[in-house]
């Protein structure tokens, strides 16, 4: 368990949405904290918010997936703090579209972001957490990791492999005292959504002509329902997060939201079949003539 006054936190996608929220709590509570992102103007805006509060937090230029970026990021930790005991690996996108009309480049960057930008990030830190035998490394994963909603394909089929990748990890490093950890939060009003409408754009405006304008129109509705109704802050995730940094034994996974935590306990108990059902409800998909 890292002592919060000396423990230093490095996480990606730091300077928006959940990832800031909890480079902020964090640096409150006594971490030292870099958080890393690409946009200089996000990062400027942590950097004030840091000044302002007098909160041993700093922002740090990180592109996941550059192998340079990432190597020259953590050495600039690692000069800085000496070591890194936290890894939050939260940086991600999201592509939503029906797998038939899904374009492989764009289901590649979802995993070239989501999937092998984590092993590259994690690759560059563990080294030295091995040798000093104990740190933890937090994966910021999704209820949909865990059930997949239709135009969700790409999505959750990138994060199903990062649940996988996990929990090999959360194997392997056991021998050297590195604690592997798989936030899900579930929906939490972030600027995720809005990117992940831009990066969908293209494909809504092309469904209306095409075979599945109903599915789109359903997945879409449901996500607009999950919006309305999510009372569940980035707040309220960063104190999860908290929490799986701070427990001596730390389970293998925290849901967040009640609605992931739902989705998790009904997934344990629910058959396929049921599931379907249940999703098919929830997203209008219409039944076949």
Same mark, same amino acid.
């Given at each position: ?147 997949? !909603? ?15 990748? $996990? ?7 056991? !021998? ?34 095409? !075979? ?17 109704? $999510? ?59």
């Amino acid at each position: 368990m890292p002592d919060s006054q000396k423990a230093t936190v490095l996480i990606t996608g730091g300077t928006d949405g959940l990832g800031r929220a909890a480079a902020v709590l964090l640096a409150e509570r006594g971490y030292r904290v870099f958080a890393a992102g690409r946009s200089a103007e996000k990062r400027a805006q942590l950097d004030a918010l840091a000044h302002e509060k007098n909160l041993p937090l700093a922002s740090l230029e990180l592109d996941v997936n550059s192998g340079e970026s990432v190597s020259n990021a953590v050495q600039r930790v690692r000069s800085s703090a000496g070591a890194i005991d936290v890894l939050i690996n939260n940086a991600g996108i999201g592509y939503m579209a029906v797998v038939e009309e899904l374009k492989l480049d764009d289901l590649r960057q979802q995993f070239e972001t989501n999937l092998f930008a984590v092993v590259r990030v994690t690759q560059a830190v563990l080294p030295h957490m091995r040798e000093r035998k104990k740190g933890r490394i937090l994966m910021m994963s999704s209820v949909a990791g865990l059930v997949t !909603p239709p135009t969700y394909g790409a999505y959750s089929s990138s994060k199903h492999a990062l649940e996988g990748l $996990s929990n090999a990890l959360r194997l392997e490093l056991h !021998p050297f005292g590195i604690r592997v950890v798989l936030i899900e939060p579930g929906y939490i009003v972030t600027n995720f959504q809005q990117t992940a409408r831009d990066l969908a754009a293209p494909y809504v405006a092309a469904a209306a002509a095409g !075979p599945y304008a109903k599915v789109y129109a359903g997945a879409w509705a449901g996500a607009n329902q999950g919006r309305g109704s $999510s009372k569940t802050t980035p707040e309220d995730c960063a104190r999860v997060i908290v929490q799986a940094i701070e427990a001596a034994n730390p389970k293998a996974r925290y849901g967040v939201t009640p609605l992931a935590k739902l989705v998790k306990f009904g997934k344990r108990f629910m058959t396929d079949g049921m599931m379907d059902a249940f999703l098919r409800k929830k997203y209008n998909i219409p039944d076949h003539p």
